[in-house]
């Protein structure tokens, strides 16, 4: 969906009379961001999802953190895309505008900045929920595979005798 949204956004962008607004405005900035955060970083973490608990065998220690971290990432992507988006077609109307300095344009466009500040928190929350289910995957998994493996191969090694 994203990636549709995106190539859509992408479209709209390349139109002559939209592209002479939001040419250098946060626009281009927001579609980035939807392709990257929106399709790619979604796709890899819920790949990373399918496939730690395929290879290790272990299932992931808290079952409802892959949808806790999903709605994080998803309301933090909205929450970047969408003003960034509509804050650079505001930014490229005001460019326009004669009467408004570019001082002016600025400060009107770090309104919008600021509420991706708060889809980048819930982005890094559900990416600390993907860090704490890794590391307490590997734990389990050190304890269940790593450890009988070393204790078997310490009762197989014989200590050297020592003879005066």
Request: avoid cysteine; glycine fraction near 10%; aromatic fraction near 12%.
């Given at each position: 969906?994203?990636f ?43 790949a ?5 608990p ?111």
């Open positions: 969906m994203a549709v949204v995106a190539w859509l956004l992408n479209v709209l962008g390349a139109v002559p009379g939209v592209n002479s607004i939001t040419n250098l405005t946060w626009y281009g900035v927001g579609v980035w961001e939807l392709n990257i955060f929106g399709f790619f970083a979604m796709t890899m973490i819920g990373i999802y399918y496939i730690v395929q290879v290790t065998g272990i299932a992931w220690p808290s079952v409802g953190s892959p949808k806790r971290h999903y709605w994080f990432a998803l309301i933090g992507v909205f929450l970047i895309v969408v003003p960034l988006v509509i804050g650079g077609f505001v930014e490229g109307f005001n460019l326009r505008n004669v009467k408004m300095s570019d001082l002016d344009v600025a400060r009107n466009a770090t309104n919008f900045v600021r509420v991706t500040l708060l889809g980048e928190v819930l982005i890094l929350l559900g990416n600390l929920i993907l860090l704490g289910n890794l590391i307490s995957l590997s734990v389990r998994y050190s304890k269940l595979h790593l450890l009988p493996a070393y204790k078997g191969a310490l009762v197989e090694v014989n200590p050297a005798e020592v003879k005066p």
